[in-house]
């Protein structure tokens, strides 16, 4: 700092000091006066400030609580979401268990209920395995109707002790005489493979049938398995060739969904 800037500053203040010292008490009691009322717009401005820089703050404090409290509803409602889509899915299962009982109890039939423990992705169209076997009354020779509330489902094959395969109507293997409402055709059910899986269709019948999409097709009794009147399906496709024609059908039951069925044990009395 420059020495000519210094010492006057100095004297200045020396002086201003001893003036002060040598004032009557009232004479310094105006002095005080007139400093603080000049210093006091800048003790304002620091206390407003102060204020904004508190209030700035607890601004801060207060959007960190609400984005913790935003997480927590977050979290909180796919919590809520998660537990309605169960319920959802509990009240689904409940209600075709409640259709499946009600098929059961009115019923003309003496049925075993089972569940699907066994599927193969290569057969899955064409056999499931049942937890019900011999010992729960199912027949060792196989050959009993498997079904739910909504129609056939195909027959037992082989029995075991304590489960059971079920070959399904899609299967080429299980054949069913079947006859079409409203109409006097009559064919044979077996499964076939259409546009890469399979699908049951009816065979054996006119050429000059021409169904109609949505006609229903049962069983008939014939043959001794499959008692009669058991809705199989709907008549999907009607195709017309050779010496007789042939109708694509689309089962009752969604076989690729199963997961509970009937065995047929005999007849209630």
Request: hydrophobic residues 40%; contains cysteine.
């Amino acid at each position: 700092m420059n020495r000519r800037i210094v010492i006057p500053s100095v004297l200045v203040f020396i002086v201003l000091t001893g003036l002060i010292l040598t004032l009557s008490p009232h004479n310094m009691r105006r002095v005080q006066a007139g400093f603080l009322g000049m210093i006091s717009p800048f003790l304002k401005t620091g206390s407003t400030v102060e204020k904004k820089y508190r209030e700035f703050r607890e601004g801060l404090k207060k959007l960190d609580e609400l984005e913790e409290e935003n997480k927590s509803l977050n979290i909180t409602n796919k919590d809520l979401s998660a537990t309605n889509q169960t319920l959802r899915g509990l009240e689904a299962e409940n209600n075709e268990l409640r259709k499946a009982l009600q098929y059961r109890e009115r019923a003309i039939f003496t049925l075993v209920p089972a569940r699907i423990i066994a599927r193969d992705s290569d057969t899955w169209y064409n056999k499931v395995i049942i937890d019900r076997g011999a010992k729960d009354g199912l027949d060792k020779d196989g050959d009993q109707p498997v079904l739910t509330e909504a129609g056939l489902v195909g027959k037992t094959k082989e029995v075991a002790e304590h489960s059971a395969t079920v070959v399904l109507i899609a299967d080429e293997g299980c054949r069913v005489s079947a006859n079409v409402e409203n109409t006097r055709e009559q064919g044979i059910v077996k499964g076939e493979r259409v546009s890469g899986t399979w699908s049951p269709s009816l065979n054996f019948i006119s050429k000059t049938a021409s169904l109609q999409p949505g006609q229903n097709v049962f069983t008939t009794g014939a043959g001794g398995v499959f008692p009669s009147g058991v809705l199989i399906g709907t008549v999907k496709e009607f195709k017309a060739g050779g010496l007789d024609g042939r109708a694509v059908l689309q089962s009752a039951v969604d076989l690729s969904k199963l997961e509970d069925v009937f065995v047929v044990v005999g007849k209630n009395k």
